[in-house]
């Protein structure tokens, strides 16, 4: 890997080793959060479970995007993800996003899908105010993750009573519409 992309950062200041220990962290939430929102999904069914299924799959899908995302510049920076998968799940910025003991107890399900989307926002601030002015790719990769994790907060945050967000659901599933410009496919085009 060209060194040059890794010396800019550092020489700006930003303390890289730190810098990739946040973003393997903020990797495996991401790649955990995609898992246990595949339990989430799947349970929330019945009158008040049907309503969450879509949005719950557009946060799913998209945080699995988000870990495509973020792979490329761990590697960019001389970094890496762990080579067992146990030691990345344990390793993850934010607590596992657990189906609650009774999962028809769609109030409890909110609340774990809420406080998985708190958490990824402090993850993308802190690493936005890390980079800021700094570390122009990785900011600028963080500060899109961090607006589709802020919808997502808001998407749930909604059914406990906290206002209108003033958004509509996706278009098409896990749309992503900050970070998919981030994701390139096999055919080296942009999503
Ligand atoms: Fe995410
Ligand atoms: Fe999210």
């Not at 810098?19 to 959060?33: D, I, M, P, Y």
């Not at 995609?34 to 899908?61: C, H, Q, S």
């Not at 890496?80 to 799940?89: G, K, M, N, Q, V």
């Amino acid at each position: 890997m060209a060194k040059i992309a890794q010396e800019v950062v550092r020489n700006a200041g930003v303390d890289v080793d730190e810098l990739l220990k946040k973003l393997v962290r903020a990797a495996s939430a991401e790649f955990t959060t995609y898992y246990y929102y595949t339990i989430l999904r799947v349970n929330a069914i019945g009158f008040e479970g049907e309503g969450l299924k879509e949005i719950i799959e557009d946060a799913r899908l998209e945080d699995r995007n988000h870990f495509e995302a973020l792979i490329p510049r761990i590697y960019e920076l001389g970094g890496e993800i762990p080579r067992d998968i146990r030691a990345f799940a344990d390793d993850a910025a934010c607590p596992d996003a657990y189906l609650p003991a009774n999962p028809k107890d769609m109030k409890e399900m909110l609340m774990v899908l809420v406080e998985a989307e708190r958490c990824a926002i402090r993850v993308y601030t802190e690493i936005c105010n890390m980079t800021f002015g700094k570390d122009h790719r990785t900011y600028e990769l963080s500060l899109a993750i961090l607006n589709e994790e802020i919808e997502h907060e808001a998407w749930f945050s909604e059914y406990l009573g906290d206002g209108p967000s003033g958004h509509f659901r996706r278009g098409t599933p896990g749309e992503s519409p900050y970070t998919s410009r981030f994701m390139v496919v096999p055919n080296g085009h942009h999503r």
